[in-house]
């Protein structure tokens, strides 16, 4: 059974999911902090949250047997990501369900700015009735900008488009295909869009990029008499110079669902009397339908259970890849590349640079999802990663763990693709440090079965399995008996046995597959009676987690 523990009130339709499911005890502890909260996570698998409950250091010490915090919500600002995946922690929100709600918050919010309904609704409060002052201007054929084609954006330009407005958008790294599909044009440079624009909407992440990004410089080339719309996140602009903005007149409106500090105080900017005839705001409130919280709630839950039951879970922030989504010839060159890691741990010393090379069509088409992390690497980089650091850090380096714990120790990781040669797909990692250099090629072969096929330009070709002795020797007659029979002396078999050539080299590279262990002090001793150049034993782990 796994203890999931609920922390804050979470929609009753993601509850019912959890208490369905006969493999969970749900303890559900709405508002639970504090000393109380480090106790009750003690024993559990997995958390259920929403942006109320600080997931860092102290909790995920407290929480040993933890596996999973899933976020009933978009953002993880309130999850530690890098201390969650250190320890293996997945981390889960639920991006996809508000999108909608958030979508039709900025249309509301739009309509809204333009035509002064709260203000409207004010006046008719205080018992009068000003039809002319309230003289507004349409969304049709206007032109509308929005900041960050992703989920919402696109359906802010739907919607916009229905309206008969002009849509374009600024977002560098979306593709145009996709803006062409959206009746949106892309515009690559902001400062000429943002001249043109008559309405300006934002949908962007808060990132160490976009953080603070719409301040007075950008503002000052807004088209003049042009508004603002911000549903998207706080820090992205400077609200002072948004006031400023509109005090000068340089912008007509601004409509703000999110601040930089929620909530606002009285004093806010935005809260000026004298912009109280152009301002709209709420408090946060894009993604409060009840749609959105069961959306969300479901989506979490869904996700924790997926996670702790080792399914596929389309949500996981931290997990550099899904596994499980990935077919079979894909996962034998996962395995493989982490095959190759070990090995090149065990061939070398200590590398600056960590190059991993994907070459062949089964890597071409791949597309790894984005994730709130400081790298983003394609699986078999990770795997390979992995592979290698876990020879010199232990069986803990998680894939979560890896590329944060490459990062540490200062090892530069480079990616390449290309096209392969000699095999169909090849995978290959080089080492690199001052004059050293290692690289290692490997395929998996038609049949499936997974080949070490060149070692430093030596092309040999041995199956990654098991312990592999590793040599390399002068080749000349009489060496590989010599090595023979020294095991054969210490009753080790034989199981299998390659050895690989490099034209003109007047060396050789040999693999022998072998049933024992090869005590370290034999290695040596095996170096120094054959006359080995050097000799290193490898052992594959099997299995991947
Ligand atoms: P998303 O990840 O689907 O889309 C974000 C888009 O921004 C992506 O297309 C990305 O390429 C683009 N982008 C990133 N950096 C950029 C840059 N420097 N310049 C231009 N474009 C850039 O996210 P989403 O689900 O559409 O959410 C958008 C925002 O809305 C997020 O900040 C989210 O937190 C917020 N949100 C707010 C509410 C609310 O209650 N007001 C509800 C849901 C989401």
Redesign the pocket.
Known sequence: MWKVLVTEEIHEDGLRVLQEAEDVELINRPGIAGEELLKAVSDADALLTRSGTAVGEELLERAPELKAVARAG??VDNIDLVAASKRGVVVINA?TG??LS?AEHTMAMMLSLVRKVPQAYYSVSCGRWERKRFMGCQLHGKKLLI???????SQVASRARSFGMDVFS?????QASKAERLGVTLVPDLNIALAEADIVTL?????A??RGMIGEELLGRFKRGSYLVN???GGLVDEKAVAEALKKGHLAGAAF??FSKEPPSLDHPLLSPDLADRVVLSP?I??NTYEAQSAVSVIAAKNLLASLRGEPCEHAVNLPFAEQLMDVSKRKYLTLARKVGQLAASLFGVPQKFRFAMLGSLFSEESYGAFELPYRYAPYTVAALKGFLEVRHGSGVSYMYAPLLASDVGLSVEEVKGEAFTYKNLIGLTLEEKNERLEVLATVTEEGRQRVVCIDGFWIDFVPEGRVLLFSNYDRPGVIGKVGTLLGKNGINIANFALGRKNGSGQAVGALQVDNAVPQGLVQKLAQDADLLWAKVVDFEEDLQ
């Not at 900041?147 to 954006?153: A, N, Y």
């Not at 600024?170 to 979306?174: A, K």
Request: net charge negative; glycine share 16%.
């Open positions: 978009v953002g991006p508000n999108t958030a900041i960050g084609l992703g989920r919402i954006g600024y977002d560098p790294y979306v949908h962007l992440p808060l990132t990029e976009t549903c998207a996140r669902d999110v946060h894009g993604a």
